[in-house]
């Protein structure tokens, strides 16, 4: 606390100019009493509003779990996946917000309108606290327990304990969903793409023409047949690439022999960082920049790291042409897309 305001005087040094060895205690400001210590009707006003930020903390829970098992089986729709999954997180993440928001704000309005407004001071002491001390701060929450009134409260100890029972319950949910779910990380180091599958455009799903991409072009692509998938979401997610389409004279190294068809290149989206997508291609340096955390890959040679924390290239799609000039994969990855993990367990 400051007590340049409480006695100015104090501060000022002696006549030598030294400051005084102590300071007096300047004591506390003078103490305001709040209306709820008034006024009855003020002090109950004050416990309905407590009530009702707890109340708002258990419809919030409900509405949680609610938005969970309503919004939680995502469309098998290809189109409508990511709208679909946007609105799942919008009420997730609305509810979630509102079942933590109640129980914070009923918390701190019950401290600060409801339990008791003494002024406390304490001297400063040792860190290391005897047992007297301890037995002290034991008290002093039992005290804190009885002084918060919640013995005498019945609607106000019902409702924390309504708010703080069930608030779990949006941690477990999601927990318990995945129980008995698909731990196979096997399914990780393939995806969809296989030889003749063709490129399509997302999130259309229509075939991309190699007389479509032109130089200096970026395609976001799926493959064709994603809508037949148990899981395309899942599958999407890794599946995806992005198709770029060079000069052939300026890509200096692929990561396999005829991997290209006429400049056209194609790359896992996944950053082999931590797995964001890769989405902003600079044409004339040929780089992929990961917004995430900055890992730039150069597109024109083999898609290799040359600057940020990715530790290896985008991992690159063989693709070519079928007879009806649309474009196909020559086979799956030849190695996982995603994080630099499955590098590391090899
Ligand atoms: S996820 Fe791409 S740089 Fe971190």
Redesign the pocket.
């Known amino acids: 606390m400051s007590t340049h305001d409480n006695n100015p005087h104090e501060l000022e040094p002696h006549g030598d100019g030294s400051l005084p060895d102590r300071f007096e205690n300047p004591g506390h400001p003078e103490h305001h009493q709040r209306l709820g210590d008034l006024d009855p009707k003020a002090n109950k006003k004050a416990e309905r509003q407590v009530l009702a930020l707890f109340t708002v903390s258990v419809v919030g829970t409900i509405a949680f779990a609610v938005a969970y098992f309503a919004l939680g089986d995502p469309t098998t729709d290809p189109t409508k996946i990511a709208s679909a999954t946007r609105t799942e997180n919008l009420w997730l993440g609305l509810t979630l917000a509102f079942a933590l928001l109640g129980i914070g704000t009923g918390a701190v309005h019950w401290a600060k309108t409801l339990m008791n407004d003494h002024e406390m001071s304490e001297e400063r002491h040792a860190i290391a606290s005897d047992a007297e001390s301890r037995e002290a701060a034991v008290q002093a929450l039992q005290d804190g327990a009885a002084d918060s009134g919640i013995s005498r409260r019945g609607a106000l100890k019902g409702a924390v304990i309504g708010a703080l029972a069930l608030f779990p319950i949006t941690i477990a949910l999601p927990l318990i969903g995945n129980i008995g779910g698909d731990w196979n990380v096997g399914k990780l180091k393939h995806t969809m793409w296989k030889k003749g599958t063709r490129l399509a455009r997302d999130p259309s799903g229509r075939a991309i023409k190699a007389s479509d991409v032109t130089i200096g072009s970026v395609f976001h692509v799926i493959p064709e047949n994603l809508e037949e998938a148990e899981h395309p979401l899942d599958e999407k997610a890794k599946a995806v690439v992005l198709l770029i389409r060079l000069d052939p004279r300026d890509i200096r190294s692929e990561q396999g022999e005829g991997w290209s068809y006429d400049g056209i290149v194609a790359y896992s989206k996944i ?1 082999t ?4 997508p ?1 989405a902003l291609y600079e044409q004339q340096t040929h780089h992929l920049l ?1 917004p ?4 730039t890959f150069d597109v024109a040679d083999s898609a290799k790291v040359v600057f ?3 530790k290896r290239a985008l991992p690159q799609l063989p693709i070519t042409v079928d007879d009806e000039g649309y474009l196909i994969a020559q086979s799956d990855f030849h190695e996982p897309v995603g994080p630099s993990f499955w590098e590391r367990k090899k």
Request: hydrophobic content about 20%; glycine content about 14%; proline content about 7%.
């Open positions: 950053c960082h931590v797995g964001c890769v990961c995430c955390h900055q890992s940020g924390p990715a």
